[in-house]
């Protein structure tokens, strides 16, 4: 799904866009947002086109019923978005921390660890999620460990992070994101021929994909589990 953002003042444009896997989406925004410098109308004595009057009506916060119906998706999926965001980082505190403890343990050599994994290439994997892991904070074990044993920490930790956000994600209400989106590829091409009087805009809509648990599953992967030898 790559849509582009809704603007009253474009009859052409009919989608808005997400970007980043964890960032805060894009989302249709009013020129005084974008910091665009703004003309003072007098109501009565506005003369122009179709589509600089519904420009006019969305600065003055009256949104024409088409671009409210490009906003209802957008921000759902933002909520939803930042949800499991939250709850992503959450669980992935302890996880995060047992790889720490093992990165300390082996010293930061992670060749170290590759014969007690059962596919060598393993440690590779381990230290680049080591190295984009957000988790800062004390991570000294007060008791001394060794290196399978802090191995084998991470990787029964990792299991039961996957086990939780399996369960998280399947858990979602993911109607509530659904049905703006449904609604939106049904009436949205409508209303919006209807607002520019044009009802070959509808011709170039081009419909938006429903989430589902693989859409989440992409943008919130879960963690490698390597094999111990």
Known sequence: MNPLVA???DPN???YTTEGKTKPLVSWRTPEENGAKQTKFKMFDYEGSRSEFLKLLAQFGE?????ARAKAPQLALE???HNCSAKYEELLAWPYRHLSNLAQSIGGNWLRIAPLLARPESAAELEALHARMPFQGSTHSPWPTTEKASLRQFVDSA????RAWRVYLV???YESVNKPLRDY???YPLEKACAFGNET???EFQPLDLIDLAFLESRFPYLPLPQLA
């Open 79 to 81: 909520s939803l978005l």
């Open 7 to 9: 603007r009253a003042d």
């Open 201 to 203: 805009l509808s011709d």
């Open 171 to 173: 858990g979602i209400d």
């Open 63 to 67: 949104e024409p019923a088409f671009i």
């Open 13 to 15: 444009s009919s989608r």
């Open 185 to 187: 590829n049904r009436y």
């Open 159 to 162: 299991a039961r992070f996957n």
